[in-house]
């Protein structure tokens, strides 16, 4: 089929790049005329791993086009993804505006009818709004613009990994055409008919993943729900690591023990710096944002919201005990990157924990395998290291701040050697409390005796 990818954020591009993977024919379109030049010249924006290699197959076998002419991508397309930002107001109400624009742009551009699904995260009515919208800019036509919902579920790191195999594919429709028409977008998806760059042939038996269909305001809130509830249990992990501090026990033992049971589930109990990323802190926003408009208040969110806002305290309290002053300190900074496996600094705690320590007169050396180029706009003046044992050497202390594997595999024998002193505070636990002490470092961590 042919399709419209609109945004060539991750989301887009994740998005484009499997379905053309699928054997879909997608032409890809961005506001951002510079991304659409770079893509051309077969440049990937974003780090992101495995879409390097997805695109340039798609490319190869002609079933990817980038376009800067929305109007051009907008009639190529039998169905059009809406793939752009929704950023956060000051209120944390969602800001729609770049729906609304794409919504003129389908609605004037438009020469034959279109499904247009929403994939941008967005508060549960948006899609009928989006309906009303076309139906308004398009002057009441002939043409017909049906919308449908398909909220995206992919994590930055693994977004191609999670879109070719996908739990649940959820499509929220107004009418049996629509999901017929999603469906046979999706099939080669579920019927594993696509060239997997990550199995190379060999993708895992098990379920292929379910197929939901729902209305569009169900498929809506189920995204807010399914983020809002992650967060919830990053919160709740991250008050017992207080709670563990306080009364002597570990955190990682007692999440691990408590996510055996299947009802709970092990993951998303990591403790420590709390939730960062372009999804969770503004989804809870806009949730909380969106509950209280139909008068529910959702205090529960509200609550986790609260518990994240105050991990960059905690943190701080830790450094203060260890450090005592930090001004004219040395620190080494691993990590930049919210997560580990992604360059998105968006809302990532070492950009706080940073602040922070220039707030205090530290000087900074940050390290990060991908988020150097995306960190030095903010803070120009802080010192960079590609290498993390350059950003070690004569350092006061280091403060882990992302999770990436190469800082797992840090030598801290040989770190040791290079420090001014053997002092980590981690904010991720990525190591052994006992070897570290074995090592002769003064180390801190989350919730761990
Ligand atoms: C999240 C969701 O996991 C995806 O399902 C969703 O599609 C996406 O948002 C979105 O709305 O687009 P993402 O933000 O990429 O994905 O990253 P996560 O892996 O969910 O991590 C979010 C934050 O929580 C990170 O800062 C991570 O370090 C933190 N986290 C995660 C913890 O502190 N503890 C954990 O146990 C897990």
Redesign the pocket.
């Known amino acids: 089929m042919r399709l419209t990818v609109i945004g060539c954020g991750y ?1 887009g591009l994740v998005t484009g790049a499997c379905l053309a993977a699928a054997g879909h024919e997608v032409f890809c379109t961005d506001i951002d005329t510079k991304r659409i030049d770079q893509l051309k010249a077969g440049k990937v924006p974003i780090y992101e791993e495995h879409l390097d290699e997805v695109l340039k197959r798609a490319v190869a076998e002609k079933k990817i086009f980038y376009t800067s002419d929305a109007g051009e991508a907008i009639r190529a397309g039998e169905v059009i993804f809406i793939c752009v930002g929704t950023p956060p107001k000051d209120s944390g109400e969602a800001d729609l505006s770049a729906i609304d624009h794409v919504a003129r742009q389908i609605a004037q551009e438009a020469k034959s009818s279109k499904l247009v699904v929403e994939k941008s ?1 967005v508060p549960a009515l948006t899609g009928m709004q989006l309906q009303k919208a076309m139906a308004a800019y398009s002057g009441g036509g002939e043409l017909k613009f049906h919308v449908a919902s398909n909220p ?6 693994t977004a191609v990994s999670d879109f070719f195999h996908p739990d649940r594919i959820v499509i929220g429709v107004e009418d049996p055409a629509s999901a017929a028409k999603l469906q046979e977008i999706y099939s080669p998806i579920l019927e594993r008919k696509f060239h997997c760059p990550i199995h190379a042939g060999k993708c895992p038996t098990g379920s292929p993943g379910e197929l939901l269909v729902t209305t569009i305001n169900s498929a809506e809130l189920i995204k807010h729900a ?2 809002s509830f ?1 967060a919830l249990k ?1 919160s709740y ?1 991250n008050v017992i690591a207080d709670l563990c501090e306080r009364i002597g026990a570990d955190v990682e033992e007692v999440t691990h023990a408590v996510g055996l049971d299947p009802r709970i589930g092990t ?4 403790a ?9 802190p503004k ?1 809870i926003q806009a949730f909380i944002h969106l509950s209280s408009t139909v008068g529910i208040d959702f205090e529960m969110l509200k609550a986790a919201e609260k518990v994240n806002k105050q991990r960059i305290d905690r943190y701080f309290e830790k450094i203060h005990k260890a450090l005592w002053v930090i001004k004219g300190k040395r620190i080494a900074v691993l990590g930049l990157a ?2 580990a496996n992604t360059d998105d600094i968006r809302f990532a705690p070492a950009l706080d924990v940073i602040g922070r320590l220039m707030g205090e007169g530290a000087e900074v050396h940050a390290t990060d395998p991908e988020a150097i180029s995306r960190a030095k706009p903010i803070y120009p003046k802080i010192a960079y290291h590609e290498d993390p044992y350059d950003a070690l050497r004569a350092a006061d202390a280091a403060l882990v701040c992302t999770e990436w594997q190469i800082f797992r595999d840090l030598d801290w024998e040989r770190a040791g050697k290079l420090m001014a002193r053997r002092l980590v505070i981690d904010g991720r636990n990525l190591y052994s409390p006992q070897r570290m002490h074995e090592l002769g470092f003064d180390y801190y961590s989350f919730g761990r005796p």
Do not use: H, M, P, Y
């Open positions: 989301v995260t995206e579920f992919l994590r930055e790191g399914s983020n992650l990053i992990a993951q998303f109990l990591k420590g710096l709390g939730f960062g990323g372009f999804c969770f989804d919210f997560k």
